[in-house]
């Protein structure tokens, strides 16, 4: 059940996310179904759409937003199930009780995050940081450091991997609907698995497909209860 809910959520997304033409939105009302407005939507902002769909779906909740807790709490979340029973802080500024800290706690030891005494959960994450982090979540760590590291070999290899689709930076910084785009093309991008000792290949999943199980396909809904009368 959890599964057909997701996917309907997703389907209703798609089914408003209409590129570049004119969409009617209907208000059901007690009586009757009554035409709202009628727009033009980016591609981008179709996009976003899906994302807040499928996000909030598979998350169970609203995105965290922007701070680097919830960023890489999110990324964490949408990875793997975090099972993580902390007995010590992880970082100096982060409480073992925090709502986020088994996620934060997972990120360190997955290597999506480095060690170091303060963590500064509630500061803005950086363009570079969220790219660096959803890289390495995806297994492309190793060759973002090829391409150079630090920290345009990671935004390069984000490139490679089309993470970066529709996602902008201003003077270094994150958006909260970039980083939901972020978090949307890091579900939809191929994973890196390991193949051996030291080699390691892009598989053909998604991430979607591994964690989740679900399969993405592209279309139209021509017609829904919201959008036929």
Request: proline share 2%; charged share 25%; aromatic share 8%.
């Amino acid at each position: 059940m959890k599964l057909i809910n997701k996917i309907t959520s997703l389907l209703i997304a798609l089914s408003v996310s209409l590129c570049s033409f004119g969409v009617v939105f209907a208000e059901e009302t007690e009586n009757t179904v009554s035409a709202i407005t009628e727009t033009e939507i980016t591609k981008k902002e179709a996009v976003l759409l899906e994302a807040d769909a499928l996000l909030t779906s598979l998350l169970g909740r609203n995105v965290r937003g922007t701070t680097r807790a919830g960023f890489i709490s999110d990324v964490t979340e949408l990875n793997m199930n975090i099972t993580a029973d902390i007995k010590v802080p992880d970082f100096n500024d982060v409480k073992i009780d925090r709502v986020e800290a088994p996620a934060i706690h997972t990120a360190l030891s997955m290597g999506y995050i480095s060690k170091g005494d303060t963590f500064r959960p509630d500061a803005e994450i950086t363009f570079y940081e969220a790219v660096k982090v959803v890289t390495a979540a995806l297994g492309y760590e190793e060759y973002a450091k090829f391409l150079g590291g630090w920290p345009h070999g990671y935004v390069m290899a984000a490139e490679k991997a089309g993470l970066l689709e529709y996602v902008s930076s201003s003077d270094g910084k994150l958006s909260a609907d970039d980083a939901k785009i972020l978090l949307l093309n890091m579900l939809n991008a191929n994973t890196v698995e390991l193949t051996g000792n030291i080699w390691r290949e892009v598989s053909d999943t998604s991430l979607l497909d591994k964690r989740f199980s679900i399969y993405r396909t592209d279309g139209i809904v021509k017609e829904t209860p919201l959008n036929s009368y």
